[in-house]
């Protein structure tokens, strides 16, 4: 049987082309919303990092009716590092809204989703977005489009899907451009005509794949997914069992049942094979999982998740200021807290080291792992972090590693720059063409050799650069390469830094930090561009006399320190340092606090290398 009444689609693109936005427009238009109900922008981006950020991190489920018909609709991140969630909900849908920029054109996040859409057979819809834009390129986009489509081996009627011309912020949609429309019936009557409705068998055994995970202090844990087969009931005995873990069955009881209207979750009695839904009760339930009649317990295939490719140690915080700021600042909280997130994001992975406090995380790109940080430090987590590293991989015999694909749109005048840096990373030009006077270049290079760039190209570009990267595979080891050609300021004693200790440390580079900031032996304070450290005494006062200084009068100025955010603070940490992370600072620090001590490893470590 069909269900003609129901559709299920997926919105993908790159990040910051528009999908939250566009979803908002059909919110509106399809009168989910009252008249005179007040809504704010990006509606379905509910994270508070999310809307801080303006990007999506999490995907998300919502619903609109067209003439009758129900169209389930998934929001989905745009940023590479947060892919993971992409992969996992296309197994909910039957077809996807790509959607691609008008000035930009297809990107590496592009390629990246529609690949996956185009392997999983889903019928595409291609809405070519922010048409109003100024430097708009409707005929160059439309081919690049399909220059996509033809080098990702697109069937013949992927080829030929429909092309929708939209503007996301003023909610218009037309199929030709010489006859432009006022609303969105153009892509609501493309979706229903083109997206094909599921093939469903309400009468065979239940079986429902677990695409998503919710929590509620209430209810506990909550799975979302499709019923593939069968009619689900509230209060029903269901048995749970997994595609790739077969023995790991389970037995329970979905005791609350909801379906997505709107925003908003709504209680029903049933649902039947092809509806979205929500459930609770199964406090064992997991991406992945397939929910069975006990009778005919049958497994769905799901899809294997691409790896991680960058890793991190999480540690339990040990600097002198530890349990200062935290709520949490134990190891069974931070094994509990990271343990928790395995449940929800199927791109991560933690595994335990050879010390008790310390795990070892791994994720998708620095951004992954940095949202995770940010996200525990709100809920009032106190913890240290190592510089990111990659993940390498024996392949044949040989150590390969992660490579990405990088796109960097900057003015032409500073592709020379780009150049350099791109070639002491071990970077690689595959393409360079050019968009009135900026550039675009793109190439292939490691990810180790991102780590610390991003700072680099804005100033570089002098902020006008724009760049993006995905994973492409893994190639054999590029070769060495130094991460960082700068040195730190590390502070001498513990003590607060006053403005005579910070005046006479700032000659030797940019300090981090002012005056009446609490330090401790060991703690970076800033960056010199020497390669080796320095060590500073950012406490030391004016020695006082009884005699008068000619110039005691004059007030020492100091140059505004630079404050840097979470990613810089990533990106900065040499190898022997750490990322002390507490509700209300981020610090700095060496991995050996002691000068001495440090002095003398840094010793060992020379000596070491001179003898091979």
Sequence with gaps: ??????????????????????????????????????????????????RERGITILSKNTSIHYKGVKINIVDTPGHADFS????????????????????????????????????????????VNKIDRPDARLAEVQDEILELLLELDASDEQLMSPVIWCSGRDGTATLDLDHPNSDLVPLFETILSHIPPMEADEKGPLQILCSSIDYNDYVGRIGIGRIERGV?????????????????????????????????RVPVESAAAGDIICFNGLESINIGDTVCDPDFVEAHEFVKITEPTVEMTFSVNDSPFAGK?????????????????????????????????????????????????????????????STPKVLYKTIDGQKCEPVERLIVDVPEDSTGTVFSSMGNRKGELVHMSSIGNRARLEFIVPSRGLFGFKSEFLTNTRGEGVMTSVFLEYQPYKGDFARRDSGSLVAFETGDAVTYGLFNAQGRGNLFIGPGTPVYEGMVIGETPKSDDINVNVCKTKHLTNTRAAA??????????????????????ADDELLEVTPKNIRIRKRILDSEQRAKARARERSAAKNG
């Design 1 to 50: 049987m069909l269900r003609d009444d129901i559709r299920n689609v997926a919105i993908i693109a790159h990040v910051d082309h528009g999908k939250t936005t566009l979803v908002d427009a059909m919110l509106k238009q399809s009168h989910t919303f009252r008249d005179n109900q007040t809504v704010e922008e990006r509606v379905m981006d509910t994270n508070p990092l999310e």
């Design 84 to 127: 993971g969630e992409v992969e996992r909900v296309m197994m909910m849908v039957s077809g996807v809204l790509v959607l691609v920029d008008a000035a930009e054109g297809p990107m590496p996040q592009t390629r990246f989703v529609v690949q996956k859409a185009l392997e999983m057979g889903h019928r595409l819809i291609i809405v």
């Design 232 to 264: 689900v009931t509230a209060g029903q005995q269901v048995a749970v069992t997994n595609y790739h873990d077969p023995d790991a069955k389970s037995a329970g009881k979905i005791s609350g049942l909801f379906q997505i209207e709107g925003l908003t």
């Design 325 to 385: 700021d935290g709520k949490f600042v134990t190891t069974r909280h931070l094994h509990d807290r990271l343990f928790k997130e395995l449940l929800k994001d199927v791109s991560l992975r933690v595994e335990p080291t050879n010390t008790a406090d310390s795990f070892r995380v791994c994720g998708r790109g620095e951004m992954h792992l940095s949202i995770l940080i940010e996200t525990m430090r709100r809920e009032g987590y106190e913890f240290q972090v």
């Design 552 to 573: 005691s009068d004059d007030a020492l100025r100091l140059i505004t320190p630079k404050k840097m955010s979470l990613e810089e603070c990533l990106e900065f940490i």
